[in-house]
Each structure stands twice: as C-alpha cells, then as structure tokens.
C-alpha cells in the first residue's frame, strides 16, 4: 500500500477500529451465508447428490436459478460447495459442517436467536413483548450445549471414579451425552435423565441407544421439579449442567432445594454454569437470559454458592473449566453418609 494512502486512512479516522469493523461484518455474513445454506437444505442436498444448477432448483422447489446460483457462487467463495465439470460438489469443509452438530448449531444459534436479540432489542426496549428463545429453540440450544461437553467429560470422568455411584440423575439432560458418558464410567450405575423439551428428549434416548446404555437407563419428559418429585429413591450423583440459570433466581433454589432431597446422606451434585463476570459472551448472555420471558439472569459466582448453601448441601472449590470462557464447576454434596 502506498504511503499516501495510509496516510488518508491515518486522517480519515481510526483505521484499527475501521479494519475492526470490516473484519466484524465479513464474519457475522459467513454465518449468515452458512447458516442459509443449511436453513435452505442447499448443503444438504449437494450431500446427497452433486448436481447443476437447474437439477438443483428442481429438487428444492426454487424458482429463482439465477438468485440460486450467485447463492452457490458466494457458497463456493466460501470454500463449501466447487464447481466440476457442470455440477455443483460439496467440498471436504461442507461436508465437515454438516457432519459436526456442534458446528452446524453453532452457525444455526448465532445466526438466530444470538443475533436475533439485538435485531429485535429496540423493540423490546420500547415496551415489545419478551422473547420466547427458550421455549421456541429448545432442541438447538441442546445441540448448542454439546459444545462444553469435552470440558465437563474430564471433570466428571475424576468424580465418578471417586464416588462410583449406583444411581445418577441428569437434570437437564439435553441431548443425552454427558449422561451417556456417566453410564459408560460407572457401568454398575442406573440413570435418569429429565428433559423438558419433546424434540431434545428424543435425540436423548437415540444418543442413549448409540452409545449402548439405553438398558441402564431412561429419559423423562417434563417439567424437572415434577419429575424430581415423582421420582423414587435417592440418588448419589445428580449432574446440573447449562439449565440453572434458565430458571429465576428463586426458582432456581427451589430447584436445587429438589435435588437436595433426591440426594442421599453423602451423595454429590455437580453444576456447570456459565456465570456473569465483565467478559464480552457473559454480558451478552446474561442480556439474552434477561430478554426472555420470566426473570432469567446468570448468577454470579458467590450467588451460586449461597444458593446451594441455602438448600443445605457443602459446596467445594469452584473450578474454571473452559479456558477464556466464564463456564464454572461446582460439586455440592449433602452432609451426612460415607462416601463409597
């Protein structure tokens, strides 16, 4: 770049903040343009079959071939579909978008509901009505979840060995993997997993089946402080993990006040959450949580731990689990009992 042109830049304002706001705007079009693709079926379609253009807007039903194929074009820019020989291929990063859910749901949620809230913020500001994030995307926030699922596995490999427990519950279970991974750590073990929403629930008992637990154990659908209630027994190791702060704070003791009575003398409950701190995603969050209806909001650190405390359960050492995110890990156990 010639002199006199950074100079003009130099004088025209703050090029750092410009280049900031260029590369800013470039990323959130890749999500959009990627989540399209996957909303449209378009990748998936090329998935299933290459095909041109015109063989392309007939399997999808679109009229518009030529707004089809400048779509196809700023996919290919993209580096997901190419062009061979008169059809239209997915690339090996297309087929990695589709094969990987964590991904596919990333570029579905933050082109939704993530970005959606400050799309619809002036409204809402203005008197509109609550958004329904969490009733309306239940399934995807679940696929969303499976993402901190390797932070949680490590810690709850550690803890299952130590307490080898007979019966777990999965409050929240979403998806069913991390209590796929429980089953699979204590093999003597029983589980429950309890799930509120149908569409998750299901992918649950399929990831039950594949991973070869579904003998051991069962998913529950409903409303988590009426199937706790419902349940018989107790429980040595509860898992509580991405749900609690979905909850108003004071619904959010009756719920661990729930676990606590479903846990027997010396057993453990453990908590994963993302907590408020100053950072950028934990400030967005808790504004997202904040913009739903009820009164949701991300507790902070000390908040969480009085809050298990008031339900009489011994928090331990509260541990960083994801480097450079405000996700925490807590195990709370119920005085009482010998530990196994």
Request: aromatic share 4%.
């Amino acid at each position: 770049m010639k002199a006199r042109v950074v100079a003009r830049l130099i004088r025209a304002g703050s090029a750092r903040v410009r280049w900031r706001a260029v590369r800013d705007g470039q990323a959130a079009v890749r999500v959009a343009a990627v989540a399209a693709g996957l909303r449209t079926g378009v990748l998936v379609l090329l998935d299933a079959l290459p095909d041109t253009t015109a063989g392309l807007a007939r399997r999808g039903g679109w009229a518009e071939e030529p707004l089809l194929e400048a779509f196809l074009r700023m996919l290919s820019a993209l580096g997901l579909v190419h062009a061979a020989q008169g059809r239209w291929h997915l690339t090996r990063q297309g087929r990695a978008v589709l094969a990987d859910d964590v991904v596919r749901s990333s570029y579905q949620a933050f082109s939704g509901y993530h970005s959606g809230l400050y799309r619809d913020l002036e409204r809402q500001l203005t008197g509109g009505a609550p958004r329904r994030d969490v009733v309306d995307h239940g399934e995807l926030i679940a696929r969303l979840s499976q993402a901190m699922d390797p932070f949680v596995t490590e810690i709850l490999t550690a803890h299952l060995r130590e307490h080898r427990p007979r019966r777990i519950i999965d409050v929240g279970c979403g998806t069913g993997g991390l209590l796929a991974h429980m089953l699979q750590v204590a093999p003597e073990a029983r589980g429950v997993g309890i799930e509120q929403d149908p569409a998750a629930a299901a992918l649950a008992r399929a990831t039950l089946a594949d991973h070869a637990v579904a003998d051991r154990a069962r998913v529950v659908e409903g409303d988590a402080f009426r199937v706790l209630g419902s349940l018989e027994g107790e429980a040595d190791w509860v898992l509580v993990a991405n749900m609690l702060y979905y909850l108003p704070p004071e619904e959010q003791v009756a719920l661990l006040r729930a676990v606590a009575a479903r846990l027997r003398p010396g057993g453990a409950v453990l908590v994963i959450s993302t907590v408020l701190t100053d950072s950028m995603f934990s400030r967005h969050f808790d504004l997202l949580l904040r913009a739903q209806q009820g009164r949701m909001a991300l507790p902070a650190v000390p908040d969480l731990t009085a809050r298990l405390r008031a339900v009489g359960l011994t928090p331990g050492t509260v541990l960083r689990i994801a480097p450079g995110q405000p996700v925490i890990a807590v195990v709370a156990t119920r005085p009482g009992g010998r530990g196994r």
